[in-house]
Structure formats: structure tokens, C-alpha cells
């Protein structure tokens, strides 16, 4: 199946990306001891499927993404994928205004190539911000961008939608940004996604979604919320029977049972899952109920 892409100025992007900040590790080892072998074979699939846009940074894997990502895309043309990497004005001790362009070179270097196509500013804050402007990174990045050694220049942006705002304000030559969005923090205080996500709108800038899965956490449940989906399971199984009076029930042999089924699976997740909610979950407020209805309760 083709992947699916949009549109970005000149370029067809993939709507679905490659990240490489959790590479599989070499057993034993570290976090800097990444499995080339396997990323080669991740970065085999993902360009046999068409998602061709690769994003790491500086710091990922103490350093070694770069390289390893390098590695595993220098075995085909640079112009058959997008490579995004960003600048770690994070790093206080050690960046100076002076430092800005040889860490990009270093960067390059790394990665093997002799542009990106995506270069951010990294986990921008209202503190790192003003740091990323005291040693000129922007200017700097926009530089290399009329220098034809960045396609384009964006940021990554980790704090609330005021302070997104002021920065799309200050550098409205800014390409796009890439914003933590899913549904566990679309309305969370602090990562602000649905408010942060409008900034852009108004600015007109595209978004690059990351932690879409927060890390893998979306996709994958606990040991309380398998055991409830298991005993749920059995329940539905046993409704069938009282209803049916019959133990060899095809559960889901019509497709009204695979849609009911389905909703109560979805159900159940919300029930234990915190966050999707906002502050409160249907357990939060079950329970609550069931305190405020015994001895001792506050009204």
C-alpha cells in the first residue's frame, strides 16, 4: 500500500515519519550502543514503503543517532529521502554564538550528507528561547538556508501557546514547526497541543506531529489495563450465553457484534486510561461517587 502524502511547499512528504530517538540497543549495552544492523533493516522497510522523511537530532542516543541514521541512509540517493536534524542550543556550557555553524558542520559531517532538508531549533521554551537568540542560531540557520545547506528551517517547541506565540512572532520566516500531539495531551495544561496547534494555524505554519504515540505508550497497554480487557472479554462471552443458551457462540460472526464488541473494548480503555479525559476519568469519577456516598464524606 502507498503511504500517504501532503504537500509541503516544493517538497511530497509522507505523513508518516521515521524518528530515531528510541533505537534499538545492542543487547546489554546503552543507551549509545545502537543496533546498526536492525536500523538498517527499519530504514530498508520504511523506504520500501515510502516513508521517507528521517528526523534525528544532536543529542539523541547520546550522540550516535546522527551517525547511525547516517549510516543507514548512505546506501541510497540523497534525493530519494528527507532528512531533518536539529541545533542543541540546550546544551548552555558548551554553545557560544561563535560554536553555531561548527556544530552544523559537525552535524553534517555525522550524517554524511551536505544538507538537511528540515533543521530545527530544539525544544524551544520561553528560557531557551532567549538562550537560542543570545547566540544567534536562528540568524545562523537562516543563513545556511540562503546558503542552499538547509531546505528548511523550522523548531521543535516543548512549552505553552503564549510562548509559541511570541516565537512565531519574532520569526515569522520560520518553515513550520513540530509539535508533540495526541490525544493524551490535546487539552493537557501543560503540553497545550489543541492551543498550540491553533498558534500555527494562525501563523499560517505547517506542523510535523512528534510523539504521536507518546513513545509507545498509546500503543501499548498495562498489566491492569489487559487483565480488564481480558475480563471483559469473558463477560461479553458470557452475555452471549445467557442470551443464546449455547457455549459455541461465534462472538463476532456478524459485523453488529464486531462493532459492539469494539466499543466496549474502547470503553474499557478510557475507563483505566488517565489523561484522555482531562483531569478526570470515568474510574476518577466512579470512585469518587462511592467516597462520597460512604462514612466521613465531603460534600
Given at each position: 500500500?502507498?503511504?500517504?502524502?501532503?504537500?509541503?511547499?516544493?517538497?511530497?512528504l509522507p505523513q508518516l515519519?521515521?524518528?530515531?530517538?528510541?533505537?534499538?540497543?545492542?543487547?546489554?549495552?546503552?543507551?549509545?550502543?545502537?543496533?546498526?544492523?536492525?536500523?538498517?533493516?527499519?530504514?530498508?522497510?520504511?523506504?520500501?514503503r515510502g516513508a521517507n522523511y528521517f528526523d534525528t537530532?544532536?543529542?539523541?542516543?547520546?550522540?550516535?543517532?546522527?551517525?547511525?541514521?547516517?549510516?543507514?541512509?548512505?546506501?541510497?540517493?540523497?534525493?530519494?529521502?528527507?532528512?531533518?536534524?536539529?541545533?542543541?542550543?540546550?546544551?548552555?556550557?558548551?554553545?557560544?554564538?561563535?560554536?553555531?555553524?561548527?556544530?552544523?558542520?559537525?552535524?553534517?559531517?555525522?550524517?554524511?550528507?551536505?544538507?538537511?532538508?528540515?533543521?530545527?531549533?530544539?525544544?524551544?521554551?520561553?528560557?531557551?528561547?532567549?538562550?537560542?537568540?543570545?547566540?544567534?542560531?536562528?540568524?545562523?540557520?537562516?543563513?545556511?538556508?540562503?546558503?542552499?545547506?538547509?531546505?528548511?528551517?523550522?523548531?521543535?517547541?516543548?512549552?505553552?501557546?503564549?510562548?509559541?506565540?511570541?516565537?512565531?512572532?519574532?520569526?515569522?520566516?520560520?518553515?513550520?514547526?513540530?509539535?508533540?500531539?495526541?490525544?493524551?495531551?490535546?487539552?493537557?495544561?501543560?503540553?497545550?497541543?489543541?492551543?498550540?496547534?491553533?498558534?500555527?494555524?494562525?501563523?499560517?505554519?505547517?506542523?510535523?506531529?512528534?510523539?504521536?504515540?507518546?513513545?509507545?505508550?498509546?500503543?501499548?497497554?498495562?498489566?491492569?489495563?489487559?487483565?480488564?480487557?481480558?475480563?471483559?472479554?469473558?463477560?461479553?462471552?458470557?452475555?452471549?450465553?445467557?442470551?443464546?443458551?449455547?457455549?459455541?457462540?461465534?462472538?463476532?460472526?456478524?459485523?453488529?457484534?464486531?462493532?459492539?464488541?469494539?466499543?466496549?473494548?474502547?470503553?474499557?480503555?478510557?475507563?483505566?486510561?488517565?489523561?484522555?479525559?482531562?483531569?478526570?476519568?470515568?474510574?476518577?469519577?466512579?470512585?469518587?461517587?462511592?467516597?462520597?456516598?460512604?462514612?466521613?464524606?465531603?460534600?
Amino acid at each position: 500500500m502507498p503511504v500517504i502524502t501532503k504537500q509541503f511547499q516544493n517538497l511530497t512528504l509522507p505523513q508518516l515519519g521515521f524518528g530515531s530517538m528510541r533505537l534499538p540497543l545492542l543487547p546489554g549495552g546503552g543507551d549509545e550502543n545502537v543496533d546498526q544492523a536492525a536500523v538498517d533493516r527499519m530504514v530498508d522497510t520504511a523506504m520500501a514503503r515510502g516513508a521517507n522523511y528521517f528526523d534525528t537530532a544532536y543529542g539523541y542516543h547520546g550522540g550516535k543517532s546522527e551517525v547511525v541514521i547516517g549510516k543507514a541512509l548512505s546506501r541510497y540517493p540523497r534525493d530519494s529521502y528527507y532528512l531533518a536534524s536539529k541545533f542543541p542550543g540546550y546544551d548552555e556550557s558548551n554553545i557560544r554564538a561563535d560554536k553555531v555553524e561548527a556544530i552544523f558542520e559537525e552535524q553534517l559531517k555525522k550524517c554524511g550528507v551536505e544538507y538537511f532538508d528540515m533543521y530545527l531549533m530544539h525544544a524551544q521554551s520561553a528560557g531557551r528561547f532567549e538562550f537560542y537568540k543570545s547566540c544567534r542560531a536562528y540568524e545562523t540557520a537562516f543563513a545556511l538556508k540562503a546558503e542552499g545547506r538547509v531546505r528548511h528551517v523550522g523548531i521543535s517547541f516543548h512549552d505553552t501557546a503564549p510562548v509559541l506565540e511570541r516565537i512565531l512572532t519574532e520569526y515569522p520566516q520560520l518553515d513550520f514547526v513540530q509539535l508533540q500531539f495526541n490525544y493524551l495531551d490535546y487539552e493537557d495544561p501543560q503540553v497545550q497541543s489543541r492551543a498550540c496547534y491553533e498558534v500555527c494555524r494562525r501563523h499560517q505554519k505547517p506542523v510535523v506531529v512528534m510523539e504521536p504515540v507518546r513513545g509507545g505508550r498509546l500503543a501499548r497497554l498495562s498489566g491492569e489495563e489487559t487483565a480488564a480487557l481480558a475480563a471483559l472479554a469473558l463477560l461479553v462471552w458470557l452475555a452471549f450465553f445467557i442470551i443464546s443458551g449455547s457455549l459455541t457462540v461465534p462472538l463476532l460472526r456478524t459485523g453488529f457484534r464486531m462493532v459492539v464488541f469494539s466499543v466496549i473494548i474502547m470503553i474499557v480503555v478510557l475507563f483505566f486510561r488517565r489523561g484522555i479525559m482531562g483531569d478526570k476519568e470515568f474510574s476518577d469519577i466512579l470512585f469518587a461517587r462511592r467516597k462520597a456516598s460512604g462514612k466521613g464524606a465531603v460534600k
